[in-house]
């Protein structure tokens, strides 16, 4: 298949890049730019673990075309830290201990930030709902909404 | 975390992996990606048996990208291996077969090529002829005389048995006043590692093999690797920095590790493999799946006295670390109640289908689905309080199971206190509510060496340079349970450093001393006991040069009952801290005195006349309130208290961490996580149709921590965080009795049950009316 030219900006940084339109933007992401902090668990939009902020929306970067970002902002784990400051929400992960082996904990931090910057006042329900497409099989999650539920309080700075 | 006599010990101290994992720094095998690489794939059985006849793969050689095709016959030794290592006969799976599969899925053969995508297209090139041959999926029909052979010399497919057996167990039954006998059916679970199964092999022409890999215990796969490749242990060097989960499913050779080296080894270029989650699910392992047998008596108080239990587990095609998962749900289904009188008998059977596994819990939520479940009936049966009948006939610190174990501390009577309270303190439920409680036990690290290891079971090294920093080398693997910062935690507090001070090296076979890795609980307490002894020796040799220079930490000088200690980066006289010196300035000193040499301080640790089965024991009650909707059969979990007994706390967020995560884990054993097979397929290998716990179905998840301290462990440390995954799932089936009168005797839970039971319920007692 004829290759195509793709232009998009990932963490503020524009790219141009030639790929075969069947590839996924997480192939992108992950093979062609060389961030890896975003990972795969399932290729079938269940785990979450390839999450990241495409326009401000968490999406599953497996569920579509990299052809798809075409002209889009798309912010992955490594754009959430400014100059060596940590996000507050990844503060709030590392103070909760909010992830044990890690591997979704990308995924699950780009849903907690999308899903806050929706809604800066949650119950925690909704955090719940907020994180529902993302499968964590460490923690059991109560560490993820607590971490979750205090960023929204403002804790972390 | 009150009164806390510690420094770091108990204290809200973050996860040292906690930067790289939530900044996206971490890498796992996942993200390895080498120079030169090339990019592998497995071919897999459709066929849950056949013989291989004939594989030809010239036409994928051929296939433009493809670089090299391996199969068992042609590019392996056809070592057969196991984790078993002590006993030949079961060391009985090649990984890359050579002449007959035993699963669907089992690996055929493998292609390296320039991408995954061209690798892939390339199995298709590849012809096998077979020879299907009749297949038998489950224990009870793979027992049968008739029943198809699948390992040539096991009769009736029998793989391994066990029989555990103490006291005069047909004289107790005798004595007792009541006893029931119960049949179950305990379901498999699949791991379900968030990375799946993942390696990179780096062969190089001077013989030296480098393999990441993503797994439990670095030191097993370097050693299972050199055996078959016929390579020495020394030229192989496994790293598996940051591992993607792993929970009893990666300390086995798997198809990943074996196929990419062999590759690697034939094309002396790097070869990537990671499986896609599908295959993770059908060519990995699973929990055991088992059919329990269990007869108990009982005098009409409740005293326990006999039980026997017959147990038929579903083996799959090889031993594994199932052999094990045998002998600990033998074990483990006595816990953690004394009986004058237990026999156990197991038998592991072969079967067509993938081969089952250790999994956290490692035979006990089997164990305890079937035990705990039982003794609630058995308290409704006599009119009793269960709580009060568990307790009554429960373990007590220094209790000797006979031929087994000796209790050191244990907890679980406090532990019936708290969720007494519990329950109490909840008051009347809402009708479509009910409370289930479950008890248990479980092992601090195993004793056993079937593996034959020569080396010591844990060691560690800490190394102290100029500026006081400390370099810890342990052999341990953290897979996420967090064991990088307990062993850092219990290092900073022994040498009376800071944790900023020191840097922890794992998971690198060249640079780290063996360790058995992370299974059965063990590294807390055995790698534990390793890193103490290590840093005591290390700073025993800094306080040398303290007491040499004891001008500078006392005016008068020191005698010989005064103590030092460092706390804290402050070495000061014991009995009076505020003399002392800062921690840094002695390290200058004994540097100087050692001309220039660091302090390097070794521990080891070998359990040694500790029983048949562990040092120490962890024990737990856990209550759960579940909501049960009589229309659908669907379940929820409103609320849970586990009181729980691990000794001293050491990371006080691991632990809660491993607690809450435990509790996910068992829930959906209990009534979610159910794998169906069709002809020896499984129907549900994604995560769409395999369900597990997700963000809206957790419910609260509170501990009530029994203060217990275990003479065996580091700082009077025990289990935490597997044990956790034995009970939830009778718990789940007692509320269910406790809402309905209707006995689950299967697992997972699922609605259609509760349906078929309450139907079934309403049957019975409408003929009950007629008579």
Sequence with gaps: MEKQLLTLTVNGQPYELYINPKTLLVEVIRDHIGLTGTKRGCSTVSCGSCTVMLNGMAVKSCSILAMQAEGAQVTTIEGLEKNGELAPIQKAFIDHGAFQCGFCTSGMIMSAQAFLDENSNPTEWEIREGIEGNICRCTGYNSIVRAIDATAKGEYK | ?771
């Excluded at chain 2, 062999?262 to 059919?291: G, H, Q, W």
Aim: with cysteine; glycine share 10%; hydrophobic share 35%.
């Design chain 2, 1 to 771: 975390m009150d009164n806390n006599k510690y420094s770091v010990i108990n204290t809200h101290v973050h996860n040292i992996d906690g930067f790289a994992k939530v900044t996206g720094r971490a890498t796992y095998t996942f993200d390895v990606t080498l120079p030169n690489m090339l990019y592998g794939k497995i071919l897999r059985s459709p066929h849950p048996h056949a013989k291989i006849l004939k594989i030809d793969y010239s036409k994928a050689l051929e296939f433009p990208g493809v670089v090299g095709v391996v199969t068992g016959k042609e590019d392996t030794l056809g070592v057969k291996q196991g984790i078993w290592r002590r006993y030949q006969d079961l060391c009985d799976e090649q990984v890359l077969t050579v002449d007959k599969v035993r699963y669907i899925g089992e690996p055929v053969a493998a292609v390296a090529a320039l991408t995954e995508d061209i690798a892939e297209q390339a199995l298709d090139l590849i012809e096998v002829d077979y020879e299907v041959l009749p297949a038998v999926y489950e224990p009870m029909e793979g027992i049968k005389k008739e029943a198809p052979e699948i390992h040539e010399g096991f009769e009736r497919n029998i793989n391994v048995t066990r029989h555990i057996e103490w006291g005069d167990t047909d004289a107790a039954f005798e004595e007792a006043e009541y006893v029931r006998e119960d049949w179950f059916k305990v379901g498999g679970q699949h791991h379900v590692s968030m990375e799946t199964r993942a390696a990179v092999s780096d062969y190089t022409p001077d013989g030296k093999l480098t393999i990441y890999h993503s797994n439990q215990s670095p030191y097993y796969l370097q050693a299972l690797m050199a055996g078959v490749l016929g390579m020495r242990e020394g030229d192989i060097r496994v790293i598996s920095r940051y591992v993607g989960g792993a929970f009893g499913g990666k300390f086995e050779l798997d198809g990943a590790i074996f196929c990419s080296a062999v590759l690697s080894k034939k094309l002396n270029r790097p070869v990537k493999i990671i499986y896609t989650r599908e295959e993770d699910f059908i060519a990995s392992k699973r929990r055991t799946p088992m059919f329990y047998y269990v007869r108990t008596g009982v005098k009409k108080d409740g005293t326990f006295l006999a039980r026997e239990a017959k147990v038929f587990t579903n083996g799959g095609a090889y031993t594994g670390m199932g052999a094990t998962a045998l002998y600990l749900t033998g074990f483990f289904h006595s816990f953690p109640y004394r009986w004058r009188g237990y026999r156990f008998d197991g038998y592991r059977v072969y079967t067509n289908t993938l081969p089952s596994t250790s999994m956290r819990g490692f035979g006990a939520p089997q164990a305890m689905f079937t035990s705990e479940q039982q003794i609630e009936w058995i308290a409704a049966d006599l009119g009793l309080d269960p709580i009060e009948m568990r307790r009554k006939n429960s373990h007590y610190p220094g209790y000797e199971v006979p031929g087994q174990a000796t209790i050191g501390s244990c907890g679980i009577d406090q532990c019936y206190d708290e969720i007494q309270k519990w329950i109490k303190d909840k008051g009347t439920l809402p009708d479509n509510r009910a409370i289930g409680i479950s008890a248990c036990g479980f092992m601090t690290g195993g004793i056993f060496n079937w593996f034959d290891t020569p080396y010591a079971f844990s060691a560690a090294m800490v190394t102290i340079n100029q500026d006081g920093t400390v370099e810890l080398h342990v052999g341990a693997q953290d897979m996420g349970q967090g064991s990088n910062t307990t062993l850092a935690i219990i290092c900073a507090e022994t040498l009376g450093v800071k944790m900023e001070d020191i840097k922890l090296h794992a998971s690198d076979t060249d640079h780290c001393p063996p360790d058995l890795g992370a299974w059965g609980s063990r590294q807390t307490l055995m790698t534990g006991n390793a890193v103490k002894m290590a840093a005591e020796d290390a700073k025993k040799q800094l306080l040398e040069f303290a007491y040499a220079h004891a001008h500078i930490v006392s005016k008068t000088g020191l005698n010989i009952v005064y103590d030092l200690d460092i706390k804290d980066r402050w070495v000061h006289n014991v009995a009076r801290p505020e003399r002392g010196v800062d921690y840094s300035e002695l390290v200058r000193i004994a540097l100087r005195g050692k001309e220039g040499q660091k302090i390097v301080g070794r521990g080891f640790y070998t359990p040694h006349r500790k029983g048949m089965i562990s040092p120490a024991y962890s024990y737990m009650l856990q209550g759960v309130e579940v909501e049960i909707d009589e229309e659908t059969g669907k379940i929820r979990l409103i609320d849970s208290l586990t009181a729980h007994d691990c000794g001293q706390p050491i990371n006080h967020l691991g632990l809660i961490g491993q607690l809450e995560g435990a509790f996910s884990m068992a829930a959906g054993y209990g009534y979610l996580e159910y794998m169906p097979f069709e002809d020896g397929m499984l129907m549900n290998p994604n995560l769409v149709d395999y369900h597990m716990i997700r963000a809206t179905e957790m419910p609260p998840t509170a501990v009530a921590e029994i203060d217990t301290y275990e003479p065996e462990g580091p700082y009077g440390a025990k289990e935490a965080g597997e044990g956790l995954t034995n009970p939830t799932a009778a718990a789940i089936g007692n509320a269910i009795f406790h809402r309905f009168g209707v006995q689950m005797k299967e697992n997972p839970i699922r609605p259609e049950m509760i349906l078929n039971a309450l139907k079934e319920k309403k049957e019975q007692e409408k003929a009950g009316k007629k008579k």
